[in-house]
Nanobody, 125 residues
Framework: QVQLAESGGALVQAGGSLRLSCAASGRTFSNYAVGWFRQAPGKERELVAAISRSGASRYCADSVKGRFTISRDSAKNTVYLQMSSLEPEDTAVYYC??????????????????WGQGTQVTVSS
């Protein structure tokens, strides 16, 4: 079993940048495909970005493409979400999730086995 801990959320002005971290403990993180999700008040949880076990395959949702980048550092057992040109619409709780069954990109939240507690990102206009 792997435990996930997100960090890096903050209050930032529109146009600013943040880097979220998802640190894993308990197991080798490179054995898991990882996704970043977000959930804004009153909205469904949505996939923001995903990365394969090896890191060779990456996905970003259209709403964040060109602004967000997902990456992983196996030596640090950490997956990152670099966010730039932030918009008020990016305000949400951001969660990372890990899937132990698939080596490629995982798009559905229902396929993920482990979840972190979330980190709040608030973008002011």
């Amino acid at each position: 079993q792997v435990q996930l801990a997100e960090s890096g959320g903050a209050l930032v002005q529109a146009g600013g940048s943040l880097r979220l971290s998802c640190a894993a403990s308990g197991r080798t993180f490179s054995n898991y495909a990882v996704g970043w999700f977000r959930q804004a008040p009153g909205k469904e949880r949505e996939l923001v970005a995903a990365i394969s076990r090896s890191g060779a395959s990456r996905y970003c949702a259209d709403s964040v493409k060109g602004r967000f980048t997902i990456s992983r550092d196996s030596a640090k057992n950490t997956v990152y979400l670099q966010m730039s040109s932030l918009e008020p619409e990016d305000t949400a709780v951001y969660y990372c999730a890990a899937d132990q069954s698939n080596s490629g990109l995982v798009y559905s939240q229902y396929q993920y086995d482990y979840w972190g507690q979330g980190t709040q990102v608030t973008v002011s206009s």
